[in-house]
């Protein structure tokens, strides 16, 4: 699994569109025989809001007014009838996040998501959770629970993340990354586009995935959802050529990734959509609402893989 460094991605990234896109294309089949299916996941909240972070683009951090209700841990009677209900809708995995800086092994609170996972993963679903910070011996415990994956997104290029968050650094993410691998659990790690960075941030991103060794299992690619109160509820929509060309280059970069459409799914046509399953986008969170945000209806989005001809994924092995 190469490296790439920013010039190298910058020569993919700006290829004449049609180029990249066969590119991301031919990367895809070349390393994913099941190239028609789609991976459904499924994103609960399992602690919405009073975040100490101060993530820019974020509606559960409690140093923005965005309206965002702080709630209490849930508990594995809250999490498993959700579960449940995703599995039978044809999700394979299922996602829950947790809005703190992170977490130690010895608070009570990690606990319940360990029996939480437990529970899920006895469903027969791949179970992800995103906690924030976490250190080996938490990722070892989540492990012998049954997760699958652990979700930590670098968001942005490392020059570019200062001006995103300020209570935690770059670096920060990376350790928790570092840790997460050591154990031999599989990573989700990826970002947000449309935050006010440059090419070479988003780029930046890219590269820094590239050096996780290895590669990160799924990497979702998020675009802004302004949220009202958080400063930067006044950004311009992401340009959907950019996307298709992130998610194009995000393919050839890290060929065995699955590259997961994420946030600002719902404001994509389906055209835009059509474009970035072509170009090697092969997982989506599904459902109506992501964390907090707004996501496409499920009827939709199964119409929409029926039209292309695509289908979701079974679950394997
Ligand atoms: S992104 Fe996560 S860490 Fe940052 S403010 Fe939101 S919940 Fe907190």
Redesign the pocket.
């Given at each position: 699994m190469p490296n790439f460094s920013v010039d190298e991605i910058r020569a993919i990234y700006r290829l004449p569109l049609f180029e990249l896109l066969q590119k991301g294309r031919e990367t895809f089949l070349r390393n994913w025989p099941e190239h028609d299916e789609v991976q459904l996941c499924k994103l609960m909240s399992i602690k919405t809001g009073g975040?100490?972070?101060?993530?820019g683009?974020?509606a559960?951090?409690a140093h923005f007014k965005t309206g965002t209700e702080p709630g209490k841990l849930l508990g594995v009677k809250d999490v498993l009838p959700v579960a449940e209900d995703a599995k039978q809708q044809g999700a394979t995995r299922f996602c829950m996040?947790a809005?703190?800086?992170g977490i130690r092994e010895d608070d009570p609170r990690f606990g319940t998501v360990v029996e939480i996972v437990r529970a899920v993963a006895g469903l027969g679903l791949e179970v992800c959770v995103t906690l924030?910070q976490i250190g080996e011996e938490a990722a070892q415990k989540l492990k012998d629970a049954g997760l699958t994956s652990y979700n930590h997104n670098l968001d942005t290029g490392s020059s570019y993340y200062s001006s995103v968050?300020t209570t935690h650094k770059f670096e920060d993410r990376v350790r928790t990354l570092r840790a997460v691998q050591s154990v031999g659990l599989a990573l989700c790690c990826g970002g947000i586009i449309g935050m006010g960075e440059g090419e070479d941030d988003r780029l930046g991103l890219l590269a820094s995935l590239t050096e996780l060794y290895p590669h990160p299992e799924s990497v979702p690619i998020n675009c802004l959802v302004p949220i009202p109160g958080t400063p930067m509820e006044n950004s311009s929509p992401v340009d959907v050529f950019d996307l298709v060309r992130m998610v194009a280059t995000a393919r050839v970069v890290l060929p065995l990734s699955k590259i997961r459409l994420a946030a600002g799914r719902s404001r994509l046509s389906k055209e835009a959509q059509a474009l970035c399953f072509f170009a090697g986008a092969n997982s989506v969170f599904y459902g109506d609402k992501l964390l907090t945000t707004p996501n496409s209806a499920e009827n939709e989005d199964r119409a929409l893989l029926a039209a292309l001809g695509l289908k979701p994924q079974i679950p394997h092995g």
């Open positions: 975040c100490s972070e101060d993530c683009y974020c559960q951090s996040g809005a703190w800086k924030g968050v």
